[in-house]
């Protein structure tokens, strides 16, 4: 698996080697991985992914109205 790059809030910068690996075992690399959303797991992943969006949204708006 090549080096990733992965940025922290703090804004540390880390470099590691990741891992990726399918509940079947197989290593795959990140680009080669499509979430479609056809099954209940994929929806779950994607309303997750939604809401963390969301929630960071929401956030920098609060930071940015008590400055």
């Known amino acids: 698996m090549p080096m990733r790059e992965i940025t922290l809030d703090d ?4 470099r ?3 891992t990726n690996v399918h ?3 197989t290593e ?4 080669e991985f499509t979430i479609t959303g056809r099954n209940e797991q994929e929806r779950r992943i994607l309303s ?3 809401s963390i ?4 949204i929401e956030r920098e708006a609060r930071e940015k109205a008590a400055k």
């Open 11 to 14: 804004g540390t910068v880390c």
């Open 16 to 18: 590691r080697m990741i």
């Open 23 to 25: 509940p079947d075992g």
């Open 28 to 31: 795959f690399l990140p680009e």
């Open 48 to 50: 997750l992914a939604r």
């Open 53 to 56: 969006i969301k929630n960071g």
